[in-house]
C-alpha cells in the first residue's frame, strides 16, 4: 500500500509537470507567433521607409536637375550681361571723347564771342558818348537813378494793393472766424425777464397759498417784497419783481411750502428765512454748474461764490452769470482758430465780469475790482490782464486778452442778448427804494407791481399808529419831488407789532 501511494504520488507529479510543459509550449508557441507578426510588422514598415526614401531620392534628383537647368540660364545671363557692359564701356568712351571735342569748341567760339563783344561795346560806348555829350559813368548814374524812380513808384503801388488786400483778406478771416466761434457755441438765450412761474401740484395748493382772506399771500408779498400772482395762469403761480435775487428766494421758499403742504403765516416765515439762509449755498451751486459749463476747472473756491452771486445779476437785461459762460465759450472758439491760448482765454473770459459781484461794496469799475480779486487768488498775469482790459481801461498785453474783448463784445451784441429798457427800470425801482429808506424810522421799502406801489415797513417803536398817515403823505411829496415816473405811485405804510412769551 506504501508503494502504490508513492506510485501514485509520482504519476500525479508527472501529470502536472506535463501539463506545465503544455502550457509553457502553448505560451511559447503564442510569443513565437506574436514575436513573428512584430517581425512582419517591421518589415512592412521598412519596406514602406524604403519606398518613402526612394521617392525623396528621385525628387532631389529631379531639383538637382532643375537648379543645374537654372545654373546653366545664370551663366548665359551672366555672359550676356559681360558682354553688354563691355558694349557700353567702348560707347561711353566715345560719347566722352565727343564730350571733350564740343568743350573744347564751345570754350573756343565763347573766347571769340567774348572778344567780339568787348569790341562791339567799346564802339558803342564811343559812339553814345559821341552823340549824347555824357561819358559812360555819367550816363550809369542817370540809369540808375531813372530805375529807381520807377522802382520806387512800382514798390508803393504793389506795397498799397498788398496793403489793401491784407485788409480785406483780415476781415473776411475776422468775420469767418467770429462767425465759426458763433456756429459752434450752442449757449442759451440770456435775456432775463421779471416774472418766475412755478407750476401747482393741484388746484387745492392755489388756496392755501392765498389763505384765509388773503392773509398767507400778504404774509408772503410783505416779508419777499415779491407781487404773487394766482389767477393769472392756469395751473401755476407767478411771481413778479423786478429784483432776481428777491425772486429766487421767493420762489425756493414757495416750493418749500407747497411740498411741505403746510401754509401759514408762521410757516411762510420760516420758509422765507431758510431760503434767505439758503443764498450761500445757491451761490456755490450756480458757482459751479457754470464753470462746468464754462469749462474751467481749478478754480478757488472764493471765486466761485463770487461767480455764483452773479446768477441773480444783469447786464441790460442779459444774465451776468450766463453772459459769462457764453462768452467763454465763444472766447474759447476764436482761440482755436486763431492758434492763442485756448485754456487761458476760456480762463480769463469766463473772469471778466466777476467785479460786478463786488461793485458797490470796493471802489473802482469793475475790471478793475476783477482783477485785483482774480490777481488776489493766484490767477496767472494773462488771465488777470485779460479781465483788466476787457474794457480797454488798461492796453491788453496778450492776444488773447483781445480775444476776450472780442467775445465780450459778441456775447452783448448778439440780437436778443440784451435789452436797455429792462435795465432803466431797475435802475428806477432801486433809485425809488433808496430814496424812501433815508426816512427816520423807515425798516424797509419794497416797490412792488412794477413799481406803481411801494410798501414801507417801519420800526414800530419809531413811528407810533398815529404818524403812519403823516409819514405816507411825506413819502408820496418826497416821490413827487425828486423822481420822475410814469402813471402813479401807491404808498403803504405797514407797522407791525409783535409780542411773545414763554410758557414752562
Do not use: W
Not at 426816512?439 to 417803536?461: D, K, Q, S, T
Request: charged share 30%.
Amino acid at each position: 500500500m506504501h508503494d502504490m501511494a508513492i506510485v501514485v504520488g509520482l504519476l500525479a507529479a508527472c501529470l502536472v509537470a506535463l501539463i506545465l510543459v503544455l502550457i509553457a509550449r502553448r505560451e511559447a508557441t503564442a510569443l513565437r507567433r506574436q514575436a513573428q507578426q512584430d517581425v512582419q510588422s517591421i518589415k512592412d514598415e521598412a519596406r514602406a521607409g524604403l519606398a518613402d526614401v526612394q521617392r525623396r531620392e528621385e525628387r532631389l534628383t529631379e531639383r538637382e536637375q532643375a537648379v543645374s537647368t537654372a545654373e546653366r540660364a545664370l551663366s548665359d545671363r551672366e555672359s550676356e550681361v559681360t558682354r553688354r557692359e563691355r558694349a557700353v564701356r567702348a560707347e561711353t568712351e566715345q560719347v566722352s571723347a565727343a564730350q571733350r571735342e564740343a568743350s573744347e569748341r564751345i570754350a573756343t567760339a565763347e573766347r571769340d564771342l567774348a572778344d567780339r563783344l568787348r569790341t562791339a561795346e567799346q564802339e558803342a560806348i564811343e559812339r553814345l558818348e559821341a552823340s549824347s555829350g555824357l561819358t559812360a559813368s555819367e550816363a550809369r548814374a542817370e540809369l540808375i537813378r531813372q530805375v529807381t524812380a520807377d522802382a520806387t513808384q512800382s514798390a508803393a503801388a504793389t506795397v498799397r494793393r498788398i496793403e489793401s488786400q491784407a485788409k480785406r483778406s483780415a476781415d473776411a478771416r475776422a468775420r469767418r472766424i467770429i462767425a465759426t466761434a458763433l456756429f459752434r457755441t450752442a449757449a442759451a438765450t440770456s435775456a432775463q425777464s421779471t416774472v418766475t412761474v412755478l407750476p401747482l401740484p393741484s388746484d387745492e395748493m392755489k388756496g392755501r397759498i392765498i389763505g384765509k382772506e388773503g392773509r398767507n399771500i400778504r404774509t408772503f408779498e410783505a416779508l419777499t417784497g415779491v407781487n404773487v400772482l394766482v389767477d393769472e395762469t392756469p395751473g401755476s403761480v407767478v411771481l413778479s419783481c423786478f429784483d432776481a435775487e428777491r425772486r429766487e428766494i421767493a420762489q425756493v421758499a414757495l416750493d418749500q411750502l407747497m411740498a411741505d403742504g403746510r401754509i401759514n403765516p408762521q410757516r411762510i416765515e420760516s420758509a422765507v428765512a431758510a431760503a434767505q439762509a439758503g443764498a450761500g449755498q445757491r451761490d456755490e451751486e450756480a458757482g459751479h454748474d457754470a464753470a462746468e459749463r464754462a469749462g474751467v476747472s481749478g478754480l478757488d473756491p472764493a471765486l466761485i461764490r463770487t461767480l455764483g452771486r452773479l446768477r441773480t445779476r444783469t447786464s441790460y437785461g442779459q444774465n451776468v452769470l450766463e453772459h459769462l459762460v457764453e462768452t467763454a465759450l465763444v472766447a474759447a472758439q476764436l482761440a482755436t482758430e486763431v492758434g492763442a491760448d485756448v485754456q487761458v482765454t476760456r480762463r480769463a473770459a469766463f473772469l471778466h465780469d466777476i467785479g460786478k459781484a463786488l461793485t458797490g461794496q470796493q471802489p473802482g469799475t469793475h475790471a478793475q475790482v476783477g482783477a485785483a480779486l482774480v490777481e488776489r487768488y493766484g490767477e496767472s498775469a494773462a488771465v488777470v490782464n485779460g479781465v483788466a482790459a476787457h474794457h480797454e481801461e488798461v492796453p491788453p498785453e496778450t492776444v488773447e486778452a483781445v480775444l476776450v474783448q472780442a467775445a465780450d463784445a459778441v456775447s452783448a451784441a448778439r440780437p436778443g442778448a440784451r435789452r436797455e429798457d429792462i435795465d432803466q427800470h431797475i435802475e428806477r425801482l432801486d433809485e425809488l427804494e433808496t430814496l424812501v429808506v433815508g426816512h427816520a424810522g423807515v425798516r424797509r421799502a419794497l416797490a412792488m407791481a412794477a413799481g406803481r406801489e411801494l410798501r414801507v415797513v417801519v420800526e414800530p417803536a419809531e413811528v407810533p399808529d398815529e404818524a403812519m398817515g403823516r409819514l405816507a403823505v411825506e413819502i408820496a411829496r418826497h416821490i413827487e419831488k425828486d423822481l420822475s415816473y410814469p402813471g402813479e405811485i401807491k404808498v403803504t405804510v405797514v407797522r407791525e407789532v409783535r409780542a411773545s412769551a414763554t410758557a414752562s
